[in-house]
């Protein structure tokens, strides 16, 4: 098997991996105002370590196939419409996403922007009539299948086919033009005569009794200037050759120090972070640094993921302070902290109790000292008093018992599960701020 063969499997949700998010952050250059431009080297690289460590998916194929199309141009196109072919063909009922509505969208989205690609730079779907009629072949497979699945909205792939069938059909009509052409030329005959026939008279086979006439002259064909050449000394060619493998050398490590190592460092960052560190460990899992990954995730802090937010806000306002996109962002961060954190109990109605509570419990101690007694009328207005704060708001705590008893007895807890989670989001967010508040004072 060839060394430039992969053979991979089908792969599962790489939205948690690192590399993934990498790829989706250089794709989304193209949405940017300012327009950088896309490292699809990078792009490409990173789908192939997906494609080895965790498979193949319907984002990752259609992200290379992007990739591969703006740096090989049609022979690249058409590697990763096979690629998509294959998946969508054969392996409809098992790739990811499963949603098919979330295959619907990324198969029109793929169709929109590399039909972008493609008619603006019309150089990159030029080839070989060979390689248009296998792209051609491939996007039918996945129109035809596109068509035979219930979809809501079938993506419109086939606007890919009509558009390299109209460039297959030009390119064989310029073929056959030039073709045409080629056979209307009339070229002039050359006509060798050795040096001995002196007059233009036929020479004529010698009869059976005669001798044989003798051997036609030897015609060997000499190119002018190569008669007085020397064959060429094997010096230069070894010594050429030792050259490019040097040059090549000196690309490979300017292309590792320019591409390789700036994501080994950014991999090296995401492994430092207890979130970050567990992730890539999934990816490659390692008995000796298990204990370490989990110990990491225990101790880490309970508001690590608002506090990363905040540190992407305070980037992002150094870098683009200028940018109402950036300033819109900031915005919603802001408004959504400030909306989850009022949603959060301040159970006021507790604190309320336990005075009211002490207020009556030395009223008791008094009315005892001085021998006077308590009406059962009051004990009933401090009972509903106190019955009233405590059926404000349930406590996390409550909740969490209720939830625990509930599955005890199997019964639904999604309602029960949905009120926690929006608490505990609640809470972190409002203890988040409070945090901010009391960093801002100091």
């Not at 989304?28 to 789908?47: G, M, Y």
């Not at 096979?82 to 990324?106: C, H, K, V």
């Not at 090296?268 to 460990?281: E, F, N, V």
């Not at 009406?375 to 708001?393: D, G, H, I, P, W």
């Amino acid at each position: 098997m060839s060394d430039d063969t992969h053979i991979i499997k089908l792969g599962d949700d790489p939205r948690f991996l690192p590399e993934f998010s990498a790829i989706r952050e250089e794709i989304n250059k193209a949405n940017h105002p300012s327009q950088p431009e896309v490292n699809w080297r990078l792009v490409e690289s990173l789908a192939l370590t997906l494609f080895k460590s965790n498979g193949v998916d319907l984002h990752t194929a259609t992200y290379y196939t992007l990739a591969r199309t703006k740096i090989n141009g049609l022979s690249g196109f058409c590697e990763g419409c096979e690629l998509l072919a294959g998946l969508i063909t054969a392996e409809w009922e098992r790739f990811w996403p499963q949603n098919y509505q979330a295959r619907s969208d990324m198969l029109e989205w793929f169709n929109t922007r590399i039909g972008n690609i493609l008619r603006k730079n019309p150089a990159l779907a030029l080839g070989d009539i060979q390689l248009l009629y296998r792209t051609e072949r491939t996007l039918q497979l996945i129109c035809d299948k596109l068509q035979q699945v219930e979809l809501k909205r079938v993506p419109r792939v086939e606007n890919l086919l009509y558009f390299m069938q109209n460039i297959r059909k030009r390119t064989e009509a310029e073929q056959q033009a030039q073709s045409s052409q080629a056979h209307h030329y009339i070229s002039q005959t050359l006509v060798y005569m050795p040096d001995q026939i002196t007059h233009p008279e036929p020479v004529y086979s010698p009869l059976p009794s005669m001798e044989p006439v003798q051997q036609a002259p030897k015609v060997e064909v000499h190119f002018a200037g190569s008669e007085n050449k020397k064959r060429p000394s094997r010096k230069p060619v070894i010594g050429g050759f030792l050259a490019g493998i040097v040059c090549s050398a000196l690309v490979c490590g300017g292309l590792w120090w320019w591409q390789v190592a700036p994501l080994q460092k950014q991999i090296a960052l995401i492994r430092d972070t207890p979130q970050g560190g567990g992730a890539l460990w999934l990816t490659s899992p390692e008995l000796n640094t298990y204990p370490q990954r989990l110990n990491r995730l225990l101790n880490a802090a309970p508001l690590q993921a608002l506090e990363t937010g905040e540190h992407l806000t305070k980037t992002a306002a150094a870098i683009w302070p200028e940018n109402e996109q950036q300033q819109q962002t900031i915005a919603r961060w802001n408004s959504a902290l400030k909306l989850r954190a009022d949603n959060s109990p301040d159970l006021r109605g507790y604190l309320q109790l336990r005075q009211d509570m002490q207020a009556f419990s030395d009223l008791l101690v008094q009315r005892e000292k001085s021998k006077e007694g308590v009406t059962l009328s009051y004990l009933k207005t401090v009972a509903y008093q106190a019955e009233t704060l405590l059926n404000q708001t349930t406590p996390l705590e409550a909740l969490l018992t209720q939830l625990e008893e509930a599955k005890r007895q199997n019964k639904n807890t999604q309602t029960l599960e949905k009120t926690i989670n929006e608490r505990m989001d609640s809470l972190s967010s409002r203890y988040f701020l409070i945090k901010d508040i009391r960093q801002n004072d100091n």
